[in-house]
């Protein structure tokens, strides 16, 4: 599932996937600066998934099968 595909299912966007991936993963508030950073990357460099994200895109398949 990519992050697009999530966003969609969701009904969301993809930063708030990043978002949501990110207080799912870390278990606090999350972190703007650092979110936004991953984000840009994203943006610029779509293969690049930071971890949280990639377990968030794998746990929201799983549910969705």
Do not use: H, Q
Request: net charge positive; proline share 2%.
């Amino acid at each position: 599932m990519t992050v697009t595909d999530c966003a969609n299912a969701l009904e969301t966007s993809e930063y708030e996937i990043f978002c949501r991936a990110y207080t799912s993963w870390y278990g606090r508030v999350l972190d703007r600066k650092t979110v936004e950073r991953d984000f840009g990357r994203y943006l610029i460099y779509a293969k690049e998934l930071p971890c949280y994200v990639r377990a968030f895109l794998s746990r929201t398949n799983v549910l969705a099968a």
